[in-house]
């Protein structure tokens, strides 16, 4: 266990938080990821070089966020700085380089962010913790797509909204067919990116109402095309 998070607990929990965030159990973070050093850096590297092109979508995404946000899968905390003004941010991110460098970008944002290390199939908070959930770049990832989608809706308050930003399967029958075949090889080298899983298809069956339209962005690769827009909790009947 040390190998793995030894160095991030000090960062593991971030004073002030309420009694209705407890923090995350490092033991159950550990059974669904590894750490990807190599990996973790160059994805920081390439993110701030398409930054340029991304930062008119991930604003769009911020925009209009109110209350207590979850951001679940923060990665090297790019996002905090788009954050409106007055939202309170928890973010979550369970592989531990990737949390080292959004630690520093978490003391430069603009709002309150309260950052630990958890993975999206186990959020560690009460139901109906957070107004509004951020899934940006990261549901490609995780390992249990569908227990994150559940786990996702199980946080939300009535009335709450997922926004998304992701890369997701492709329509066109012969860039799916070569996502598809490609994903074995590009999981192993990209920290379990997916990039043929279809999230709004995911979202969908989790009980959301899923509004996105489809962007292209950067060089064809099998990370394309993205969605952006949002998700709601259709009413349980």
């Known amino acids: 266990m040390r190998s793995l998070i030894g160095a991030y607990l ?3 929990l971030r004073e002030g938080f309420d009694d209705d965030l407890p923090h995350s159990s490092p033991a ?11 990996f973790a850096r160059f994805y920081d590297r390439l993110a701030r070089a398409m930054w340029p092109k991304e930062v008119e979508h991930r604003t769009e995404l911020m925009a209009g966020l109110r209350g207590r946000v979850l951001e679940v899968g923060a990665g090297t905390g790019l996002n905090f700085q788009l954050y409106p003004e007055g939202v309170d941010v928890v973010a979550v991110e369970p592989e531990p380089n990737m949390a080292r460098r959004a630690v520093e970008r978490e003391a430069e944002a603009p709002v309150r962010v309260r950052l630990l290390r958890a993975a999206a199939e186990a959020l560690p908070f009460r139901d109906g913790s957070f107004d509004a959930a951020v899934l940006s770049l990261v549901f490609c990832s995780v390992l249990d797509a569908r227990a994150a989608a559940s786990e996702l809706r199980r946080v939300l308050r009535a009335g709450g909204e997922v926004r998304i930003y992701e890369h997701v399967r492709s329509e066109n029958p012969r860039h799916a067919w070569w996502q598809d075949r490609i994903t074995p090889i590009w999981r192993r080298i990209n920290a379990g ?3 043929n899983r279809d999230t709004a298809a995911r979202l969908r069956a989790a009980g959301f109402d899923v509004e996105v339209r489809r962007i292209p962005i950067g060089p064809p690769s099998p990370a394309r095309p993205h969605i952006l827009g949002v998700a709601r909790p259709r009413e349980r009947g």
Do not use: G, M
């Not at 159950?28 to 190599?38: D, E, M, N």
């Open 10 to 12: 000090p960062y593991r």
């Open 193 to 195: 990116c997916r990039p």
């Open 28 to 38: 159950a973070t550990l059974r669904v990821v590894k750490a990807h050093p190599i």
